[in-house]
């Protein structure tokens, strides 16, 4: 045996799993697994050898964007399976992780609430407007989203989550599932050597697990991280306080927080934009351009915009936008960037949009984006600029 | 079994999440039926994790190891309990596809609709 299996990291705030708890949980992602590397090859030869013939037959022309590609796939039955399942597997995954907090909930807040370790604070705003792109459906199908809260002091929806992005990703991002911001740090030090952040922010930053790695790889700077959801917050603080790791938790929307100007050198966020909206979006570019000292950087982890992709791979990549609950994906992937940060008030240089390669290197890497294979890639968008 | 039995403590969390659940094959009762058989995948797995991990203890105290279940025969006797064991097992779950022969062999069935409103009618027998 190689030993190579990556499971999540022991951490004093992650629920506790029975044995068939845990059992069921890996089978999810094996189940994720299998679709993958078994079933989602095939949808390229369904395409090929039936729907794209189908369309030919039927339009005299080869399909030329993602509405042609679903006049037929949608029909195909190797794509009604592959996305049945797929749908299928995403619900499995979140009820498999909310069966052991549901049952030791109370437990796990009791715990949270008295947690020790580091330094940081927790600063949650019971008075904060969860906004319409939250409440409207529930992100990614985590029923409840970020926010709902059930018991005092509530954990579940972070305890859920953190579990949930291990088996979403398949461990690809890591035994912590620091890999977009273990990534981002990476990508940062060898670009901008000489860039010593000394106070970084990261927005919707759930349960932290992208925050943490901007505290080990920048040590001298004070870190802090924002979400809208106060039970994502309060577990954040509980795990970090586990790893020892300073961070300031405050319950903010990043279309506008209560931070001065100019008082961050570097502002991050990971897989946020797509979660906001057409107004949101341009907000919080907005708001990253207010928040940074001029030379500081903003850098958001993205996967990649659909430009240049074939209507094919667009189609794919484009599934979680009406299956899994990301009604802003399609949007949010087809936008001019450049223009979106100018418009927010980056006009001083231009932006980068680069691929940056993962950090966590331990898994075959694909090196391209493909749906259901979340951190299998091997690769990041970073759509960022300089102030 | 402690561990996953409900008691007072337990907190009921939403289970679906909001937003139109999208269904694929052109009757929605196929996917209904996959996500159930894939329920079913589920359980079997966690079953036989678990008996791995049994497995893997016995072997690490020397109880028993893999190789004694390998090479293991069952006597007649355990065979023939095994095999009675498989028939209430199919029988449980083939039920569906029985029940109808039995139905149609049954030899005088009445319309269900005509069985509400013979309860119904307050003027018919009683």
Redesign the interface.
Known sequence: MSGSYVEQNHHDALPKTSHDECARQHFVRSFKEHLVTSIHPGLKTAYEKRAKISFQKQHGRDPSDIKDVASVMKHDPHYQAWSSLLRTSQEMMWSAAQIPVERSLRELAASAAKSEGGQGTLRLNGDLKIPDYHTAVDIHCQPGGYHTEYIADDVAQGAIYDRAVYLYAMGQMGPDNADMGDSTVSWLQSQQPDFKPQRILDMGCSVGHSTLPYVTGFPEAEVHGIDVGAPMLRYAHARAKSKDLEVHFSQQNAEKTDFEDESFDLVVSHILLHETSAAAIKNVIKECHRLLKPGGWMVHVETPPYEGMSPFDTFLFDWDSENNNEPFWRRSHELDLQALAEQGGFTEHPTIQVMAPSAFQETQRSMTFQGGDFGGGGVWFLYGCQK | MS??S?DS???????????K?????SDSD??KL??MV??L???L??TR??LD?VERIAASKNLFSEEDIETFELDSDALEARAARHQILFREITRVISSEIEELDRESSSNYDQVIEMVESEGGRN
């Open positions: 561990a996953s409900l403590d337990t907190v009921s969390l939403k289970r679906k999440a909001k937003g659940r999208p269904f694929y094959f196929v996917d996959l996500t894939m329920a995948a589920g359980e797995s966690v994790d678990r991990t």
